[in-house]
């Protein structure tokens, strides 16, 4: 089947160290890969996506590259902000006909102190 | 930018009543959907639709119901509300492209049953 897993939270860090956030996937077909963020009080925004193997997707200083050998999708930053504090959601979807329906992770939380 | 827009932010119903959640998207997309969003879960699908008038079950439909009697508008409705449904609801939509496109969401709609 198709399935995303990603790493456990809550993930605390101080302010300027470095993020990653694992993620890796199952999937029937060829996927597209996506990392979304969910800020408080707030719905999901794409934060990233790359659509076929060693496609790095970056967007604010985060990045992550599509590996298909390890199929994974790893989430980085090298020095995180108090205002990247937020939920990320890992996230495939297949290439195919008619909707392009989603399969997302648990999430996790992230909080970044000062 | 794409703007999707759910009716409300927060609210409160009581149990066996009939609840109406809409959510209108902007961009023309043909792809739309429900979530529902809890703690530990992740996101789910509820429902999605590909075009006026079509609709395709999700994950977890059991309860709910939808319509799409225009492009732009999806509503969800809950037949008879239960306290198992309060969450957050989460509407999204998508452009038809064979699954490289990603999901566009609005803000939610956190629902209560009393």
């Known amino acids: 089947g198709n399935s995303v897993t990603q790493m456990e939270g809550p993930v605390t860090l101080s302010e300027e160290a470095f993020l990653t956030i694992n993620c890796t996937y199952t999937?029937?077909?060829?996927?597209?890969l996506f990392w979304y963020v969910q800020y408080p009080g707030e719905g999901l925004q794409l934060l990233l996506k790359?659509?076929?193997?060693?496609d790095k997707g970056s967007n604010k200083g985060f990045e992550a590259t599509y590996r298909k050998e390890t199929t994974s999708f790893h989430l980085e930053k090298g020095s995180v902000q108090v205002s990247d504090s937020a939920v990320y959601f890992c996230?495939?979807?297949?290439?195919?006909?008619?909707?392009?329906?989603?399969?997302f992770g648990t999430g996790t939380r992230l909080t970044v102190i000062p | 930018d794409v703007k999707v827009t759910q009716s409300s932010r927060y609210l409160v119903k009581r149990t066996g009543e009939k609840v109406f959640l809409e959510c209108v998207q902007d961009?023309?997309?043909?792809?739309m959907f429900w979530y529902r969003q809890d703690p530990g879960l992740g996101l789910r699908l509820i429902y999605f639709?590909?075009?006026?008038?079509?609709?395709e079950k999700g994950d977890i439909p059991e309860g709910y119901s939808v319509s799409r009697e225009k492009k732009e508008r999806f509503s969800l409705i809950l037949e008879s509300a239960s306290t198992n449904q309060t969450s957050m609801y989460l509407c999204?939509?998508?452009?038809?492209?064979?699954?490289?496109?990603?999901?566009?969401f609005g803000d939610g709609t956190r629902l209560s049953i009393l």
């Open positions: 961009m023309d997309h043909e792809n």
């Open positions: 790359a659509t076929k193997a060693d």
């Open positions: 999937a029937t077909g060829y996927p597209s």
């Open positions: 639709s590909y075009d006026v008038k079509m609709k």
């Open positions: 996230a495939l979807t297949l290439i195919q006909t008619g909707a392009n329906n989603l399969f």
């Open positions: 999204a939509s998508s452009l038809s492209s064979g699954g490289r496109q990603p999901q566009h």
